[in-house]
């Protein structure tokens, strides 16, 4: 008998070893992480010089940083380009970033003409078609001058390989219409301008952002006359499919969707966030409610129930809160008291708008900028879990609501552009009156409050 319980707690031990094992092996998904063939294309030329050229280098290492190097991660490498290009690192060619960024602090200037779409057809033809990997590609195209050779044919074929092109267009002597030619549309996107090579420095964190979208925000929402990178959260967790009754947003023919407790919104955020999310993003969702208890509105769960993320509704106190993580303490959570956040539980219809920073998150409501609060930068997600909304907190029960739109749009920039002109009644300047009446209102009932426990 001894032996049997002896044998049972051995295997129970080692069962146990294989789960803490998974966890701990688990990694947070993030553009850290996410699979990508990156190569740099940058311009050797005369014009350049010794020195700008290693100002190039740091920004090149600098950038480098931001990502895990190695075969299952982002593998970079890098074409150094005058009257003909030259191979300074293959991808695939190192496994750690810490050999990588060595080998990059090591490549010698060239000097020369400037051959930029020999370097583009380069890279296609040396590096991207020599990777075995079914993933995302970007070439990154730095130049301070016009090209003495042809470059639309050699970027139009490396787009025709799903390879994206941004181009960074360095000081007076570029052409525009040479790097519209050369990067993806829009250009607004996907072409860079300085001034010199020392103002390089400030576009790296732009770069690092638009290289995170491409890599974790595949899908693309149309948005007015305009595709937006992100994730349509209600697509994802299949809200046509699941919700059978539909409501119309009177007087609009926008229609939303009743939520019931009969149905579950839930989905492995593999298959919603497969790369997990940009460090910044702009959350959006136009909703109506009369829960008077805290529930989440969104949520992103660890395998094990923890949330990660989440928009949190609290009917009781009647804030909102943004969880998310942190690499402080593995979590953060940022709690809008401001009295306007309490239009929200009128029961009426209402657009959340949160604009996640690596610094900060700031709320809107309906068009109007509420309040921010400072934030330390984010881990990347688990996805072992799962993705869900409408669930009171710490429950799986679903609350009943409706929603019209749920989604994260990767480019911070469209906060600026994002409307809420899905909710009835609602247009720019009628929407700024009743916000301020509200505004002034709140005033007077807090100054009033005052006076009476006085």
Request: aromatic residues 10%; charged residues 25%; glycine residues 6%.
């Amino acid at each position: 008998m001894a032996h049997h319980i002896t044998f049972l707690w051995i295997v129970l031990v080692l069962l146990l070893q294989n789960f803490v094992l998974a966890e701990d092996g688990e990694i947070r998904s993030s553009c850290r992480t996410a699979p990508t063939d990156l190569v740099f294309i940058l311009d050797g030329s005369y014009s350049v010089g010794p020195e700008n050229f290693e100002i190039v280098k740091k920004w090149l290492v600098n950038i480098t940083k931001n990502f895990d190097i190695g075969p299952k991660f982002i593998q970079v490498g890098v074409v150094q380009y005058s009257d003909y290009p030259v191979l300074e690192i293959p991808l695939g060619s190192y496994a750690s970033g810490e050999n990588l960024i060595a080998a990059m602090e090591s490549i010698h200037y060239l000097g020369g003409n400037t051959r930029t779409g020999k370097a583009i057809q380069f890279a296609l033809d040396y590096l991207f078609a020599k990777s075995s990997r079914f993933l995302t590609k970007i070439a990154v195209v730095l130049t301070d001058g016009k090209s003495q050779d042809e470059v639309k044919d050699a970027a139009e074929a490396a787009r025709d390989n799903k390879i994206t092109l941004f181009a960074i267009g360095v000081g007076s002597e570029t052409e525009d219409a040479e790097l519209r030619a050369i990067a993806n549309k829009p250009s607004s996107t996907y072409v860079f301008y300085v001034e010199d090579y020392i103002a390089i420095s400030k576009i790296r964190e732009i770069m690092k952002q638009k290289l995170c979208e491409e890599s974790v925000c595949p899908t693309r929402i149309p948005v007015a006359a305009r595709d937006e990178k992100g994730f349509d959260i209600l697509l994802g967790l299949g809200v046509k499919k699941k919700v059978k009754k539909r409501i119309q947003l009177s007087p609009t023919k926008i229609k939303g969707y009743e939520i019931t407790s009969k149905v579950d919104l839930s989905e492995f955020t593999s298959n919603v966030f497969p790369e997990g999310l940009p460090p910044s993003y702009v959350f959006v969702s136009t909703q109506r409610f009369k829960v008077k208890k805290v529930w989440d509105l969104w949520r992103i769960l660890t395998i094990d129930g923890k949330p990660q993320i989440a928009v949190t509704l609290n009917g009781v106190d009647k804030t909102l809160s943004f969880t998310t993580t942190s690499v402080i303490n593995g979590s953060q959570v940022a709690t809008f008291t401001d009295p306007q956040v309490k239009t929200l539980f009128d029961e009426g219809w209402h657009q959340i708008r949160l604009l996640v920073t690596e610094q900060d998150v700031t709320l809107f409501i309906d068009d109007q900028q509420i309040d921010n609060k400072p934030l330390h930068p984010a881990l990347g997600i688990f996805i072992s879990g799962q993705t869900q909304i409408g669930k009171y907190s710490g429950k799986e029960e679903t609350v009943q609501f409706d929603v019209q739109k749920l989604r994260i749009y990767c480019d911070p920039e469209q906060n600026n552009r994002e409307t809420a002109c899905e909710i009835p009644g609602f247009n720019g300047e009628v929407g700024l009156a009743i916000f301020i009446l509200l505004k002034v209102m709140f005033v007077l009932w807090d100054q009033l409050a005052s006076s009476l426990q006085l």
